[in-house]
């Protein structure tokens, strides 16, 4: 039972580059969410989608988008990195946050040059 | 929104004292309070959580408060060993579709042996 899986792991990209992050859960949970961690901020909401079919946006979407994929799947793209957009960045999914908390993926460190 | 407000940023006691981490929430219908514990490198991990219609809840060493008169919650770990050494992060949300967290900045725990 890998839980929440996250890839790639680590990434460098130069300004302007596009890149897509991968994110699977397999605890058949209905909700799943991106978000990015920076030094002092805490983390913070990119997108979610509360079921299959549905996105929203968070806090800081500007720059990225989001495919909910089906019920497992949910990616984030950015489409032309920029140097802001160096974070490490969470995938989580939840079948009832309000009762269960959130399980978090393992972390991408993105580094923008 | 809901905004979440997390002190101190930086905890420093010496193994066996007592830590206090106490966090504010804006949007009074937030009924759901979790507290997260982060690793150096590591995902983010659910380690105790409250609801609104409780006052208190403990989990051996570690314990949370919530007034909701005040709309703050508190974390409390006795008798700190080194392994307590993390970042605690405090969230607030509400019961609705998505029930995304919001999440305070943190607090980098050091215990001192």
């Known amino acids: 039972n890998a839980g929440v899986t996250q890839t790639p792991k680590f990434q460098v990209l130069k300004t302007g580059q596009s890149m897509t992050l991968q994110c699977a859960q397999d605890?058949?949970?209905?909700?799943m969410y991106w978000y990015r961690q920076d030094p002092g901020m805490g983390l913070r909401l990119i997108y979610y989608?509360?079921?299959?079919?549905?996105?929203d946006k968070g806090e800081v979407p500007n720059g990225y988008n989001v495919s909910r994929l089906n019920k497992r799947e949910f990616s984030l793209r950015l489409e032309s990195a920029a140097p802001s957009q160096t974070s490490v960045y969470f995938c989580?999914?939840?079948?009832?946050?309000?009762?269960?908390?959130?399980?978090f993926g393992s972390g991408t460190r993105l580094t923008v040059v | 929104g809901e905004n979440v407000e997390q002190h101190p940023s930086t905890l420093s006691v010496q193994e066996g004292d007592s830590a206090v981490i106490k966090c504010t929430y804006s949007?009074?219908?937030?009924?759901?309070f979790p507290w997260y514990k982060q690793e150096l490198g590591k995902r983010p991990q659910l380690i105790i959580d409250?609801?609104?219609?409780?006052g208190e809840k403990k989990d051996q060493r570690i314990a949370v408060t919530l007034n909701k008169t005040a709309k703050h919650f508190s974390l409390h770990i006795t008798e700190t060993q080194p392994e307590d050494s993390a970042v605690y992060f405090c969230?607030?949300?509400?019961?609705?579709?998505?029930?995304?967290?919001?999440f305070g900045g943190g607090t980098r725990v050091l215990v001192k042996p």
């Open positions: 989580a999914s939840s079948d009832r946050p309000s009762l269960y908390g959130y399980t």
């Open positions: 969230a607030a949300s509400r019961e609705a579709a998505g029930n995304k967290l919001t």
């Open positions: 605890m058949n949970h209905n909700s």
């Open positions: 989608s509360a079921s299959e079919g549905t996105t």
């Open positions: 409250i609801r609104s219609n409780v």
């Open positions: 949007d009074s219908a937030s009924n759901y």
